[in-house]
């Protein structure tokens, strides 16, 4: 019997994947309080977090990558778009040598719905690579 060696690209972590929650949210009241020099608006904003949820896991990997699944997951778009996506880069723009991984995100929650899934699966996402990479949530900030 042979065997190889296995290079990076050959060898799938072994670590289990770690899992997070995007909780839809219901806004109970929402105010303009004022509009900022960048011309978004100040808010202020009591909401209540329902029981539905995306589900999202990241398997530790050398790539960035995301696969969606779930009912709604052909809403999700270009992968490029997701805003799972473009949060890991950020983070990795500002974290020199941040570890990434295989995402998956269970797409559950409407799409552009007002619910915040969207932003609920961003934070979702700081949280596993947060998880991962030994960071803590007050250095995503």
Same mark, same amino acid.
């Given at each position: 019997?042979?065997?190889? $060696?296995?290079?990076?690209?050959?060898?799938?972590?072994?670590?289990?994947?770690?899992?997070?929650? *995007?909780?839809?949210? %219901?806004?109970?009241?929402?105010? %303009?309080?004022?509009?900022?020099?960048? $011309?978004?608006?100040?808010?202020?904003? %009591?909401?209540?977090?329902?029981?539905?949820?995306?589900?999202?896991?990241?398997?530790?990997?050398?790539?960035?990558?995301?696969?969606?699944?779930?009912?709604?997951?052909?809403?999700? $778009?270009?992968?490029?778009?997701?805003?799972?996506?473009?949060?890991?880069?950020?983070? *990795?723009?500002?974290?020199?040598?941040? *570890?990434?991984?295989?995402?998956?995100?269970?797409? %559950?929650?409407?799409?552009?719905?007002?619910?915040? *899934?969207?932003?609920?699966?961003?934070?979702?996402?700081?949280?596993?690579?947060?998880?991962?990479? $030994?960071?803590?949530?007050?250095?995503?900030?």
């Amino acid at each position: 019997m042979t065997t190889r $060696g296995n290079t990076e690209a050959d060898v799938k972590s072994t670590a289990p994947a770690l899992i997070e929650n *995007g909780r839809a949210k %219901v806004n109970l009241t929402l105010r %303009v309080v004022g509009r900022r020099v960048d $011309g978004y608006h100040d808010l202020e904003s %009591v909401v209540a977090f329902a029981d539905c949820a995306d589900r999202l896991s990241l398997t530790p990997g050398p790539q960035l990558d995301l696969k969606t699944t779930g009912p709604l997951a052909l809403a999700c $778009g270009e992968t490029a778009d997701n805003l799972v996506f473009k949060a890991a880069k950020l983070l *990795g723009e500002r974290v020199p040598d941040l *570890g990434f991984g295989d995402f998956i995100l269970d797409k %559950v929650l409407p799409v552009a719905a007002g619910i915040g *899934g969207g932003s609920a699966d961003a934070a979702a996402a700081l949280r596993l690579l947060a998880r991962t990479n $030994g960071l803590a949530i007050d250095d995503l900030a």
